[in-house]
């Protein structure tokens, strides 16, 4: 290729695309570096939220997520792509080369699925009852084994019980821990402006007494509304917790929502008991022992919910120099 790849529509639809990625608290915790044929990954570190994530593990799975979104975006442009992760073992914060390739015709699905980055809403508002059917749910199970992670629905009664006490038990100890609620102040706004942070009008209402889950609450003034009785979830694990295995498991979370949304499935994410490591550890027991969990998601049918906002692609992307080319 002749042409610097920010310098093309393709590659800036395809960074558009990867600003879309869901984040914790929508920190947006990414970075993009262009070249003539590829377009490099980082992970800000700035971004990071200190006390809900100090490994940088959710981090990490949100950058996943928005590399398939750069997949997506230049495959359904006809731009064929190779993707290498953890390219630089002296810099563990480069997490991804995406190398482009050649031109190609692009797939139905591929299209499918890139159309519905636009379409894909954290969705902290009520369902209504009418049930996920097994095809979408065996569709979105399929989804995360796509790219080597696995999804576990939690079908039988006394697991989701059991996954639900985690919540609430996460939620307490965050809701009592006053270095994650000033986290979370900063990244919830009230009416101002601003490209990054979850709007306390995004949070959704406060679930009425009896609710069987507890939603994170960004907006401590909401009505309380009765949620849906009957709730699907699913535990989004890996074999290993390595920061590959987390990149991989971003890169599934995404294909999951995707998958999701293109069924009209809305979706949202039950956080807390992963964000803490006894609650982790006792979900990961809960369901076997035999995986990692990275991600609790919600799932069902709902009105549409609004868009947060993203940081525009000159404000999370740049042109690489050419001696900074050469290195990679």
């Known amino acids: 290729m002749t042409s610097s790849p920010s310098g093309t529509g393709v590659v800036r639809t395809a960074l558009e695309a990867a600003t879309r990625a869901p984040s914790p608290h929508n920190t947006q915790p990414w970075r993009f ?14 971004r990071v939220l200190a006390v809900a994530d100090p490994a940088g593990r959710e981090a990490r799975i949100a950058c996943g997520a928005a590399i398939l979104n750069l997949r997506l975006a230049l495959a359904a442009a006809g ?11 002296q810099d563990p914060d480069h997490l991804a080369t995406v190398r482009l390739t050649w031109r190609r015709q692009p797939r139905t699905r591929e299209r499918e699925l890139a159309r519905a980055i636009g379409h894909r809403r954290s969705n902290r508002r009520p369902f209504s009852e009418r049930p996920v059917p097994g095809w979408v749910r065996e ?35 965050q809701d009592e821990d006053p270095l994650f609620q000033a986290e979370l102040r900063q990244w919830t706004s009230n009416g101002e402006p601003r490209a990054d942070g979850v709007p306390s009008v995004a949070g959704g209402p406060r679930p009425a007494p009896g ?9 401590v003034h909401a009505p309380v509304r009765p949620y849906e009785g009957e ?19 971003g890169m599934a979370l995404q294909r ?32 076997g022992g035999h995986m990692h969990p990275q991600a609790v998601l919600r799932f069902g049918y709902g009105f549409t919910a609004p868009a947060t906002r993203r940081r525009p692609v000159e404000s999370v992307a740049r042109e690489a120099e050419r001696g900074e080319e050469a290195s990679c």
């Open 139 to 173: 569709s979105m199970v399929e989804a995360a084994r796509a790219e080597g992670a696995e999804l576990t629905l939690l079908m039988h009664p006394g697991d989701l019980d059991a996954l639900a006490a985690l919540v609430r038990r996460a939620e307490r100890v």
């Open 79 to 89: 731009q064929a792509s190779e993707v290498v992760l953890l390219p630089d073992r």
């Open 256 to 287: 999951v929502l995707l998958t999701g949304t293109t069924a009209g499935i809305s979706a949202s994410f039950l956080a807390q008991p992963v964000e803490l490591p006894d609650t982790r550890a006792a979900l990961r027991s809960l369901l």
């Open 33 to 46: 570096e262009t070249g003539p044929d590829r377009i490099e990954v980082f992970l800000d570190r700035q």
């Open 211 to 219: 609710s069987l889950l507890t939603l994170r609450q960004y907006d």
């Open 231 to 249: 709730v699907l979830v699913g535990v989004l694990g890996s074999s290993t917790d390595t920061p590959l295995a987390q990149l991989r498991s």
